[in-house]
Each structure stands twice: as structure tokens, then as C-alpha cells.
């Protein structure tokens, strides 16, 4: 599904062109399409049906309101990181059964808070975290259901600052410890040891380390069961990757629910999973306006309105975005390097394109559904750009832009 296309030379969403909406909305403009959102999250639906299974989509990837709301709405599950986004899904009207929480710095206050709303599960990467939670539920006078988050030191074979299933990472309980944290685990009144999960990086685009994880858990929960602990479900995590250019493939959802489902073969397990990038990545844009194109001796820019702290994938990973005109107009093609205004020089949003532009114009950056809203900021003192969502004839404003005067309004003069 192509959420968006182009249209006699237009950019468009749905029925909705990409240019109306910056007229109408300013820029810099994240769009996302709700038809997309909801298609990538049915790919994992339709690909484990037949197995009990629940997708607890990665909040952190995007955690807009109108978002978790559509996720809800499906019945999805949610995979949350902070106290934060616990607030944020049960605002958006997700269950809080369907909630596993993860992270490996969870505070006293954020295990409090997530049994308080009864959450599905907590992810533990730690005995020190397990000690805590078991403190924490027998102080409520609660069960806390517990996961383990395995290390497997599998190589995802993506780049270092995603890949999380190595040794050498702060994630997860490393294989040689795992048995024995389970059976301290299981000595604690206030915990149910209910499953075990593993998350090996992000921007997965192959199956073979998937079922190298799958087939090391698989392994340790005979061995668990072969001592009396016996686990409800296997969570594989998330890091379905996705296409960024064309030249790139995604991960194929149906193929590696089967690589999943193999490995468990016959055992009564419930997979969980927790898609974050691949259920809204392709289903963002992020538009900009050219404030100027100028060049330094041979080297030709594009100073546009979005910068590094709007989207910082770019300058963080040395991530590569498409970038393409909103409007095919007749114009020299030139290759750009397209830049924000922020004093950096890691302030750009891609490097060496080829665009037909001139001043004022419109340009589209794809791919920008996950790991880019959230992860903006005011660096610069600049406000949080806006966010849409198209959904066939209409478009909703589901964030406002950011007024400078809320920037500084938590801030103080000296007496
Ligand atoms: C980030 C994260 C995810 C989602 O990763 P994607 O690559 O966006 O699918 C899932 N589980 C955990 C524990 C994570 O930290």
C-alpha cells in the first residue's frame, strides 16, 4: 500500500494533496495516512491468525494520541518504555490488559503505576529490576506478572545505535545468567513468571536472525519447563524493518510469522510481538517549505524550513530518507545537500539529491511515521512543527504546532 503517491505531478494522500495541506496547516508538516497505519498493523494480524497471538505496537516509535486511538480502536496491544506513555495509551483509549511494559531503567514509581492500571506483563532486563518489582507488588499487595527480556547476542545486522541483542548492549539478561534469574524469579510470592522475551534491534530486514533468537528462547523454555517454571508466552519483540529506498526490501510479515510459528512448533505459547517502525514508518511524511538555495563554491544547498531537531534520523544514525519534490515543476535539476536552519553541521536531512527546485517550494521527506516525531526537540528554540492525519476525504489536525511563548513559559528570571 502506497499511502502516499502522485497524481498529475502532485503528491498526494488519499484524496488529499500534499501542497493544501501545508497551505493549510504552515510548515514543517508531519502527515500520516490512517489507512496505512491501519494495513501495516493488519499484516501482522492476518500473518498470526490461527495462533494465539497479541501485537503490542511500540509507542515509542510514535506515540501521538490519534495514533494509539486508531491501534486501540483494531484491539491492539501496546508496548510502553516510560510512566509516560502508559498515560499516553490509556488517554488514547488502549486496555490496559494489553499492556507490556519495557525498558531497563523502570523507577519504583513507573512499576507502581503500571500495576495500578493492570497491565498485561513487565518486561524485566535485570535481577535488580526483578528484586524491586517484587517488592513494589508485595508493598500493593499485588501479583506482578514478569517477563525476562533475554540477551540472545544475536547480530541483527543493523547499524550499531539500533541493534540491541548483542552482548556488548545494555538490553536484556545475558544467556549464560537467564536460568538462574528465573529461578529467583520464581521464589518470589509477588511474582508470575508468565513469559519471556527478547528485542534484538530495529530495522530488521532479514529472517535469519529472528529465528536464531526464536530457536535460543525456545531452548530455555523447555529448559524452564523441565524445572517446573512453565511459560504462557514468547514475545520476539519488534524490528520489523522497512523500505526505506528502493533499492531496499521490508521484512515480509507472512514469512516471518511462519519463522516464528516454526520454531515454537508445538508448544502452547502465546506470541506477542512489538511492531513499532513497520506499523508507522511508511505511513509519515514530513513537509517542507525552501527558504533559499545557495551555493558555496561547488556545492549546491537547499536551506529548508525542517531541521535536526525535527527529524533527526539523519544526523543521529546517518539514516537516508527520501526526498522528492510536492509539485513536478519546471525547474533545473541540481543535486542539493537539503539542510536545516540550526547552527550544526550535522543539520541536514539528506546529502548529494537530485531535486527540480526552486525558492518556496515544497519538499516531501518519506518515511518519517516513526522515530521522527518524537524524537524532536526545541534545540534552536524552535517550536514542534504540526501534525495531520489524512483519512480519505478529511484532514485532522492531531498535534497543534508549538507557540514559542509555551517554549520558555516553565522558565525563570532571577529575583
Ligand atoms: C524500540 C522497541 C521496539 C520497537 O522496535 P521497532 O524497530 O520500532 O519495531 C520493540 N520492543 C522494544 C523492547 C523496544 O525497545
Known sequence: MTAFYRQSGSMMSDRKSLSSLADEFGTPLYVYNRGAIEHAWQEFETALQGHRHLICYA???????????????????????????????????GQAD????????????????????GIRCFNV??????????????????????????????DAQTHPYISTGLKENKFGIGMSHAMDSYRRGAEHASLAIKGIDCHIGSQLTRLSPYADAVALLIDMVDRLADEGIRLSHLDV??????????DEASLDIGAWADCVIQGIGDRDLEIMVEPGRYVVGQAGVLLTRVEYLKNNEDRHFAVVDAAMNDLIRPALYSAWQAIEEVETLPRESQVYDVVGPICE????????????????????????????AVMSSNYNTRARAAEVMVDGDDAHLVRARENIEDLFANEYLLP
Not at 528484586?131 to 540472545?152: F, M
Not at 525558492?359 to 522515530?371: H, I, M, W
Open 59 to 93: 509507542v515509542k516509535a510514535n506515540s501521538n494520541l490519534a495514533i494509539l486511538n486508531i491501534l486501540a480502536r483494531l484491539g491492539s496491544g501496546f508496548d510502553i518504555v516510560s510512566v509516560g506513555e502508559l498515560r499516553r495509551v490509556l488517554a488514547a483509549g
Open 98 to 117: 494489553r499492556i507490556v511494559f519495557s525498558g531497563v531503567g523502570k523507577s519504583a514509581a513507573e512499576m507502581a503505576a503500571g500495576l495500578e492500571a
Open 125 to 154: 532486563e535485570s535481577d535488580a529490576e526483578l528484586d524491586r518489582l517484587a517488592e513494589v507488588a508485595a508493598a500493593h499487595g499485588v501479583v506482578a506478572p514478569v517477563s525476562l527480556r533475554i540477551n540472545p547476542d544475536v
Open 237 to 246: 519483540g519488534g524490528g520489523q524493518g522497512i523500505a526505506y529506498s528502493e
Open 345 to 372: 553541521s550535522a543539520d541536514f536531512l539528506g546529502k548529494q539529491r537530485s531535486l527540480a527546485i526552486a525558492q518556496d517550494d515544497l519538499l516531501c521527506v518519506r518515511s518519517a511515521g516513526a522515530y521522527a
